[in-house]
C-alpha cells in the first residue's frame, strides 16, 4: 500500500475548509495526511478542530517577531520539518513572504472566494453584488507572489440571487468551496495535477482552462 500523501493546512479562521478535508480524509475518499495545521494566532476555531481531530497544531504569534520575513521563515522551516509535499492555505488570511514562499511555489495552493481573475484581496462577496454580477464563485489555485495571481486549478461558480447579501451569498458559496478543496487535494494527492512552470497541467497535458466543479466532482471546461 503507498503512503497517504502528506498536507500541511494553513488556517486563521473557523475553518470548515479544513473541516471538510478532515472528513473527506476520514471517510476514506480523499488519501492524503494531515500532518500539521498552523496558524497565526492562538485560540482560532480551525485550531481547536484540529487538536480535537488528534492532529499537530502550531499557532505562532506573529507579534513574536521582528518583520515579517523573520516571522514567515520561523513558520515555514517548522512546517518543512513535517514533511509535507503540499501546503494548503484555507482562510489564511496574511500575505506570505516572496523569499519565504519562493521554494514551495507548486507545492502551496490557496482557496479564495471569487472568480479569479475578477476580485482577488478581501470583500468579494460585496463586490461581485455592488458590480451587478450574475454569478459569483470561489477558485482554487497555486500560490505565486502575486496576491491571489497564481494559475488557476478549478473554479466553483453559482448564481447570484437577486436578493442576494455578502452573508447569503458566502453561505451559499462554501459548501461548493469545501467540494473543490477536497476534489483538488486530491487531484494533486493522485499526481493528476501538477505546476509546470506557469501552467497547472491536467492528466499530463496544459490545462486551457480552470476545472468546473459539477455535481459529479471536478470536470475539464467545455472547450
Ligand atoms: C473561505 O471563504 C475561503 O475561500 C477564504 O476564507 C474562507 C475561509 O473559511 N479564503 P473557513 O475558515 O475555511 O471556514
Given at each position: 500500500m503507498t503512503s497517504p500523501f502528506p498536507v500541511a493546512v494553513l488556517a486563521s479562521g473557523r475553518g470548515s475548509n479544513l473541516a471538510a478535508l478532515i472528513d473527506a480524509q476520514r471517510s476514506g475518499r480523499l488519501p492524503i495526511e494531515i500532518v500539521l495545521v498552523a496558524r497565526a494566532k492562538a485560540h482560532a476555531p480551525a485550531l481547536r478542530l484540529a487538536e480535537d481531530a488528534g492532529l499537530a497544531t502550531l499557532a505562532l504569534d506573529p507579534a513574536g517577531y521582528a518583520n515579517r520575513t523573520d516571522f514567515d521563515a520561523d513558520l515555514f522551516a517548522r512546517i518543512a520539518a513535517h514533511s509535507p509535499a503540499l501546503i494548503v492555505l484555507a482562510g489564511y488570511m496574511r500575505i506570505l513572504d516572496a523569499a519565504v514562499l519562493a521554494p514551495w511555489v507548486g507545492r502551496i495552493i490557496n482557496i479564495h472566494p471569487?472568480?479569479?481573475?475578477?476580485?482577488?484581496?478581501?470583500?468579494t462577496h460585496e463586490r461581485a453584488i455592488a458590480a451587478g454580477d450574475a454569478t459569483h464563485g470561489a477558485s482554487v489555485h497555486y500560490v505565486t507572489q502575486e496576491l491571489d495571481g497564481g494559475p488557476v486549478i478549478a473554479q466553483a461558480e453559482i448564481p447570484i440571487a437577486a436578493d442576494a447579501t455578502p452573508a447569503t451569498l458566502a453561505a451559499q458559496l462554501l459548501p461548493h468551496e469545501h467540494r473543490m478543496l477536497a476534489a483538488c487535494v486530491g487531484l494533486i494527492a493522485e499526481q493528476r495535477v501538477h505546476l509546470s512552470g506557469n501552467t497547472v497541467h491536467y492528466e499530463g497535458r496544459p490545462l486551457p482552462a480552470p476545472l468546473v466543479l459539477c455535481a459529479d466532482g471536478l470536470r475539464a471546461a467545455p472547450a
Amino acid at each position: 500500500m503507498t503512503s497517504p500523501f502528506p498536507v500541511a493546512v494553513l488556517a486563521s479562521g473557523r475553518g470548515s475548509n479544513l473541516a471538510a478535508l478532515i472528513d473527506a480524509q476520514r471517510s476514506g475518499r480523499l488519501p492524503i495526511e494531515i500532518v500539521l495545521v498552523a496558524r497565526a494566532k492562538a485560540h482560532a476555531p480551525a485550531l481547536r478542530l484540529a487538536e480535537d481531530a488528534g492532529l499537530a497544531t502550531l499557532a505562532l504569534d506573529p507579534a513574536g517577531y521582528a518583520n515579517r520575513t523573520d516571522f514567515d521563515a520561523d513558520l515555514f522551516a517548522r512546517i518543512a520539518a513535517h514533511s509535507p509535499a503540499l501546503i494548503v492555505l484555507a482562510g489564511y488570511m496574511r500575505i506570505l513572504d516572496a523569499a519565504v514562499l519562493a521554494p514551495w511555489v507548486g507545492r502551496i495552493i490557496n482557496i479564495h472566494p471569487s472568480l479569479l481573475p475578477r476580485y482577488r484581496g478581501l470583500r468579494t462577496h460585496e463586490r461581485a453584488i455592488a458590480a451587478g454580477d450574475a454569478t459569483h464563485g470561489a477558485s482554487v489555485h497555486y500560490v505565486t507572489q502575486e496576491l491571489d495571481g497564481g494559475p488557476v486549478i478549478a473554479q466553483a461558480e453559482i448564481p447570484i440571487a437577486a436578493d442576494a447579501t455578502p452573508a447569503t451569498l458566502a453561505a451559499q458559496l462554501l459548501p461548493h468551496e469545501h467540494r473543490m478543496l477536497a476534489a483538488c487535494v486530491g487531484l494533486i494527492a493522485e499526481q493528476r495535477v501538477h505546476l509546470s512552470g506557469n501552467t497547472v497541467h491536467y492528466e499530463g497535458r496544459p490545462l486551457p482552462a480552470p476545472l468546473v466543479l459539477c455535481a459529479d466532482g471536478l470536470r475539464a471546461a467545455p472547450a
